[in-house]
Structures are given as structure tokens and as C-alpha cells.
């Protein structure tokens, strides 16, 4: 089972490339919420698949934990996964909102405003899971304000 924990929560082994693996854990997400997206456009099934990512992904990422050494070893990238479909959730398809998506939950997970990194000091799975499920609220926050404003 510990190896079927560490395939999952490094996400193929996504988590292992040495360069980026936060933003490459985001971008299975982005290939996931593209795939999804074509064949389930913002239905139930999105919801569900969405739970599903969500629930795995802090079960998965806290057993983790327990066999890398350190608190939230960057392997570990489910997390980044499960916050950009989080992003995206409720956002019509288009390559303006994915690459709006993208951007605004990189640049929210790395920078963690307005406390977000606190969350990461939770133990297990809920800490490793929860900065990056509130980046992805406040992201999807953020486009769903700027639909409104701006009309799109």
C-alpha cells in the first residue's frame, strides 16, 4: 500500500522531476480539468470527480507524509491537483479562463497571501491539502468576480 500511496500523492511521480513540481502537479490538473471538461462540462460528475480528487487527496497526501521525512515534502503534489480543479470549479471552458486559472492559483499557492500558510502548520493531510485548497477558492473567487465585472 505505501507505494500505492506515494504513486498517487506524487501523482505518477510527477512530484519527483526536480524543477517546478508544484507547478507541474498543476498542470496534470489543468490536462484533468481539460479532459474532464469535454466529456462532463460542469456537471454533477465535475462535482463528484471534484469530491472525490478532494477527499483522496487529503487521505492520500497525509499517509504520505508519514513516509517522506519532513512536513509537506514538495514530492507531494496531489494537493497542487486537487486546488486547481477547485480553481476551475463553476468556470466555463475557454484558454482565457485556464490560463487565468493557472496563473492566479500559481501565483496565490506560491505567495499564500493573506494568511493562507498558516494553514499548511495543520498536521497531515488537512495541512498539506488546506493551503492549497483555499488558493484554490480564493482563485476561483477571483475569476468568478472578474466574469461579473468584466462581463465575460
Not at 119 to 143: F, P, Q, R, T
Request: aromatic content about 14%; charged content about 15%.
Amino acid at each position: 500500500m505505501k507505494k500505492l500511496y506515494i504513486l498517487l500523492g506524487t501523482v505518477g511521480g510527477v512530484g519527483y522531476i526536480p524543477f517546478c513540481p508544484g507547478t507541474l502537479g498543476t498542470l496534470v490538473g489543468v490536462t484533468i480539468y481539460v479532459i474532464f471538461s469535454r466529456f462532463f462540462p460542469q456537471t454533477i460528475s465535475y462535482i463528484i470527480m471534484l469530491a472525490v480528487f478532494l477527499i483522496g487527496g487529503i487521505w492520500i497526501s497525509g499517509k504520505c507524509n508519514q513516509y517522506f521525512e519532513g512536513d509537506d515534502n514538495s514530492s507531494i503534489v496531489i494537493d497542487e491537483l486537487v486546488g486547481f480543479l477547485i480553481t476551475m470549479f463553476l468556470v466555463p471552458f475557454s484558454l482565457r479562463f485556464l490560463l487565468l486559472g493557472f496563473i492566479l492559483f500559481r501565483v496565490i499557492d506560491i505567495t499564500k497571501p493573506f494568511k493562507i500558510g498558516k494553514i499548511e502548520k495543520i498536521s497531515g493531510g488537512w495541512g498539506i491539502m488546506g493551503d492549497d485548497i483555499a488558493a484554490g477558492v480564493l482563485a476561483n473567487l477571483i475569476i468568478q468576480a472578474l466574469r461579473t465585472m468584466l462581463g465575460w
